[in-house]
């Protein structure tokens, strides 16, 4: 269970975003957005404490990795949601991050970001 952790939701389509923030609660989480933007994202890693993030690899053509990067230096953990396989920069930078292909289950996304919290000590 997410024990009340805060994870960011970043995705650019509406049903998508809304079953990931129904999973995250589900697993007693606190969903946080969604938000559809790079901009967005970042403005909330600014202003609020977030644990983990549920990321699309591409919003709207920009690539999410400044949120990915911003988030880890934080101590975050991130998970790719990914449409197409994950572009190559994102597998060559970000090799340890989890990547879940769409269409992957919300639960199954957010079991595996859990099991990414758990095995990097990030308890509540």
Same mark, same amino acid.
């Given at each position: 269970?997410?024990?009340w952790?805060?994870?960011l939701i970043v995705e650019d389509e509406? &049903?998508?975003a809304?079953?990931?923030a129904v999973a995250?609660?589900?697993a007693e989480g606190v969903a946080i957005g969604p938000v559809h933007t790079v901009e967005e994202a970042l403005a909330v890693l600014e202003r609020e404490w977030i644990d983990a993030a549920i990321l699309d690899v591409q919003l709207d053509g920009k690539a999410v990795t400044p949120v990915a990067k911003?988030? &880890?230096?934080?101590g975050g953990v991130v998970v790719f949601h990914a449409a197409s396989p994950a572009p190559e920069d994102?597998?060559?930078d970000y090799a340890d991050v989890a990547v879940c292909p769409k269409p992957t289950l919300p639960n199954v996304v957010v079991r595996r970001l859990i099991e990414t919290l758990d095995a990097a000590g990030r308890t509540p």
């Open positions: 269970m997410l024990k952790r805060c994870v509406v &049903l998508v809304h079953e990931l995250v609660a589900e911003a988030l &880890l230096d934080q994102i597998v060559r």
